[in-house]
């Protein structure tokens, strides 16, 4: 698919861990990509990338020109208590504006506790944490501006994410302080980094109005099978199995697993020119430590 997005003009708005293999993706394929930075000094990884910087203001608004030949808009910044901060300081910018596709990542954590059901994007929002529920208000938010604006609209609730560079359980493991927390019947869904890339893109390059995906590998499983199976394949000593109830896990540990679901994946596998490339965490894995962690 190399140089089917030339021509696009993609903005990061918040360019973390996901959104840097977003622009890799998307340069690759031809598209330009700029991204949001407070602080210019700092933008030697995205100099690197091949992406430009955008400077937001002292007063934490982006300019009113901001926007000027951008075709598409990926939101990944982290919500506040009244939605999504990153919707405030881009409004100078939305006034009159030629954006094709907006992007928002949501998490799953808007379903709240499912109760181990196997669940789609028609299951009804239950946020039960302070992030979770400022997701969906930032969902919101963005649906009224692509109405306004006439934007295409792709609202990507991402499950948890995995991935090179020191986001997974290799470190933890090799350092021998992991646990494998135990809980029978708790369920927990993933994805790669490089397939919620891919999947963004597929988004970006078939805008369909307004449409609503959940991003999530096809194989939810209890996290600790993660935790004994990588170190079966680091041909590690497996870590010690601890009951959940004795466990006497943090606050935000206990309530990761306070909530359990199980996500299909169909509408995401539907999107145009997807495909899956890492379908459980197995596979996934393998990647990683075949990559050198």
């Known amino acids: ?5 030339a021509g696009r003009h993609l903005l990061l708005v918040g360019p973390g861990y996901v959104a840097r293999e977003v622009a890799r993706q998307a340069i690759a394929r031809g598209a330009r ?6 602080d210019l000094s700092r933008s030697r990884d995205l100099d690197a990338l091949g992406v430009r910087p955008c400077a937001i203001g002292a007063d934490g608004l982006l300019p009113s020109d901001a926007l000027d030949g951008i075709t598409d808009l990926l939101v990944s910044a982290p919500p506040g208590s009244g939605g999504c901060p990153a919707h405030a300081m881009l409004q100078p910018a939305l006034g009159s504006t030629g954006l094709r596709w907006i992007g928002y990542y949501s998490s799953t954590a808007v379903y709240g506790d499912c109760g181990g059901a196997w669940i789609d994007e028609t ?10 529920k400022g997701r969906l208000q930032a969902e919101a938010q963005w649906a009224e501006t692509a109405r306004r604006i006439g934007a295409a609209l792709d609202i990507l609730r991402i499950a948890g994410i995995y991935g090179p560079e020191g986001r997974n359980v290799t ?4 350092s021998g302080v992991a646990r494998a927390i135990v809980k029978p019947g708790q369920y927990f869904n993933r994805i790669h980094r490089e397939d919620i890339a891919a999947a963004t893109l ?5 805008p369909d109005g307004a449409r609503l995906t959940n991003l999530a590998d096809g194989s ?6 993660i935790l004994i199976g990588v170190a079966d394949m680091m041909g590690l000593p497996r870590p010690a199995e601890v009951a959940f109830d004795q466990a006497e896990l943090p606050p935000a540990a206990a309530g990761f697993y306070a909530e359990n679901r199980r996500l299909r994946n169909d509408s995401m596998l539907a999107l145009p020119g997807f495909r899956l490339r890492y379908p459980d965490w197995r596979d996934g894995y393998r990647a990683i430590l075949e990559n050198g962690g």
């Open 33 to 38: 990509v700029s991204a949001t930075l407070r």
């Open 171 to 174: 470190q933890r493991l090799a």
């Open 220 to 225: 939810p499983c209890p996290a600790s099978d």
């Open 1 to 5: 698919m190399s140089g089917d997005l």
């Open 123 to 132: 299951r009804a929002p239950a946020p039960r944490s302070p992030d979770a």
């Open 202 to 206: 597929a988004a970006l390059a078939t």
